[in-house]
């Protein structure tokens, strides 16, 4: 069973930035590709990023991309995606999940982390 933990959300002016983190157990991490998702109140839930097994590769969703990078430490087995330039509309729960597959496709992700809520006020 693997277990994911979020961790960094809050509250920040727009502009600001916020790092959260996917503290991941249970497994070894470098066997899955990581991804994080976000879904705002009233929304489907929806792709914002991933990264492959060893971090070579990274994609991102269209409204994110140049503000924010994900990124991995397999020794640490931790994730993180890093968000700059935040804008009221990135304001969201943010998911991080773990899967075989390397997709965007949320129902291909395995297992998923409780959620960590990002507010941002203008």
């Known amino acids: 069973q693997v277990q994911l933990l979020e961790s960094g959300g809050g509250l920040v002016q727009a502009g600001g930035s916020l790092r959260l983190s996917c503290a991941v157990s249970g497994r070894t991490f470098s066997r899955y590709v990581m991804g994080w998702f976000r879904q705002a109140p009233g929304k489907e839930r929806e792709f914002v990023a991933r990264i492959t097994r060893s971090g070579t590769a990274t994609y991102y969703v269209d409204s994110v991309k140049g503000r924010f990078t994900i990124s991995r430490d397999n020794a640490k087995n931790t994730g993180y995606l890093q968000m700059n330039s935040l804008k009221p509309e990135d304001t969201a729960v943010y998911y991080c999940?773990?899967?075989?597959?390397?997709?965007?496709?949320?129902?291909?992700?395995?297992?998923w982390g409780q959620g960590t809520q990002v507010t941002v006020s203008s």
């Open positions: 999940a773990a899967g075989t597959v390397d997709t965007g496709l949320r129902r291909l992700y395995d297992y």
